[in-house]
């Protein structure tokens, strides 16, 4: 069965480091997301990806954050210079073109700020 | 998208079924009631979605009451691999937008 994988799985950096989280979404979907997870606290909407264009960004999403799908399989979230508070549980999904709205989650990547 | 209302927190015995409940007084006539669950900080996962006609799958079965206001996922026989947060979340179907994630319900399969 097809699935959303995401390296690494654990990424440790030091505050003011950039970071890039890579996300490897279905391969026939065509709406991409990040969420991101604080420990203990509720799933947090980033932002969403179409057609090669941000559709959606939340304001967690700021001028730290970035998305690219640099080529036809990888989409990737870039955070330029972290911070303590950016520790959390990244989650990229994906979904294909049409009425089918269920979003597949990949497993995650745990950032870890110092 | 419409506000949801869940228990915190609900416990059920192995093999038994599971009944989780969903208040979504809000919604209106496009929005559809999806589930999901998120077993130990992992990716969420999708269960089940409707619309206001019972629905069932491989997974769980979704009861929502004819005035659309509440629903209940049910898993019929739980096992301790059910042991999670399940979500209920109110969405338009057809839209690309983001899912709006609330605190859900912590199921926890005992054994």
């Known amino acids: 069965e097809p699935e959303v994988t995401q390296t690494p799985s654990h990424q440790v950096t030091q505050m003011g480091q950039e970071v890039i989280l890579r996300c490897v979404p279905i391969?026939?979907?065509?709406?991409f997301y990040w969420y991101r997870q604080i420990l203990g606290q509720k799933v947090e909407f980033l932002v969403s990806f179409y057609n090669n264009e941000i559709s959606e960004k939340s304001e967690i999403f700021d001028d730290q954050f970035s998305v690219e799908r640099p080529d036809g399989s990888n989409f990737t979230l870039k955070i330029r210079s972290t911070k303590l508070e950016d520790s959390a549980m990244y989650f990229c999904?994906?979904?294909?073109?049409?009425?089918?709205?269920?979003?597949?989650f990949g497993p995650g990547t745990r950032l870890t700020v110092l | 998208d419409a506000k949801t209302t869940q228990p915190p927190s609900m416990d059920c015995a192995e093999g038994r079924a599971a009944n989780l409940p969903c208040n979504h007084s809000?919604?209106?006539?496009?929005?559809?009631v999806y589930w999901y669950r998120q077993i130990h900080s992992q990716g969420p996962q999708y269960i089940i979605h409707?619309?206001?006609n019972n629905e069932t799958n491989e997974m769980a079965s979704l009861i929502i009451t004819e005035d659309r206001k509440s629903s209940t996922l049910i898993l019929p026989h739980a096992t301790l691999r059910d042991t999670a947060v399940y979500y209920c979340i109110v969405y338009q179907r057809g839209s690309a937008r983001q899912l709006t994630f609330g605190s859900g319900t912590q199921l926890t399969v005992l054994p």
């Open positions: 409707g619309l206001k």
């Open positions: 999904a994906s979904r294909q073109r049409g009425s089918y709205n269920e979003q597949f």
């Open positions: 391969s026939n979907h065509l709406y």
């Open positions: 809000t919604i209106s006539g496009n929005e559809y």
